[in-house]
């Protein structure tokens, strides 16, 4: 396959090599318009915005991917295949399922267990363990300490469904440390782990499965500026 590819209208060199991945097309502009110097729009399709500027001088994108695995997989797969993006973070929202996970809390995933097929399927049932890269995940980690930022780093369980009428599974893996529920981080590092490309997922707590407290969409949409900034600065940190 060549550039523009079938969701990426971008062409070649129009995209950074380290790029973040909100789930939220506007917040992908808005994180870009924030940010980024001199951000320029390299693509618009179907309405999953991509940008890319410079941040403290260093050359960043920003992609919306949308929700869910398959998205972010497409995304993912055609940003670090056909573009040479070697490293990817997601900045994106999660379900808190421990008590001590607070709404605006941010969650760096050192791993993310699934219950969907995409990895047993990959691996003809082998149980593969989607991981973050363990240096940005350390970098992370301290910069959020640095600022005073709430942060937890631990296991995150990305889940195939948002409306999940039996959570019976849910809270079991809460009972072993499982931090939080979302949508996109296993096949973010799975397909990291193929492309031989460096992936880390932080995602700030928008609803909390224990106390049913919840963001507006307004500040799901706005609300996650800290963490876009520390995104950010573990790239630099990790270049």
Known sequence: MTVPTPHIAAKAGDIADAVLLPGDPLRAQLIATTFLNNPVCYSEVRGMLGYTGTYNGRRISVQGTGMGMPSISIYATELMRFYGV??????????????????????????????????????????????????MAVAASTLAAERGLDTHVGS????DSFYDDNLEDTMRLAAYGTLAVEMEAAALYLIAAKERARALCM????????????????????????????????????D
């Not at 997601?90 to 995409?118: Q, W, Y």
């Not at 995150?156 to 889940?159: F, G, P, R, W």
């Not at 224990?210 to 500026?225: I, N, P, V, Y």
Request: with cysteine; proline share 1%.
């Open 86 to 135: 070697r490293t990817a973070i997601r900045v994106g929202s999660c379900g808190a399922l421990l008590d001590e996970v607070k709404l605006r809390h941010i969650v760096i995933a050192l791993s993310a267990h699934t219950n969907s097929s995409m990895t047993s399927r990959t691996f003809n049932g082998l149980q593969f363990a989607p991981t973050a890269d363990f240096g």
């Open 203 to 238: 995602a700030t707590v928008s609803d909390h499965l224990l106390t049913h407290e919840m963001l507006s969409a307004e500040e799901r949409q706005t609300g996650f500026m800290a963490m876009a900034e520390l995104a950010l600065d573990t790239i630099l940190a990790t």
């Open 156 to 159: 995150i369980y990305t889940s």
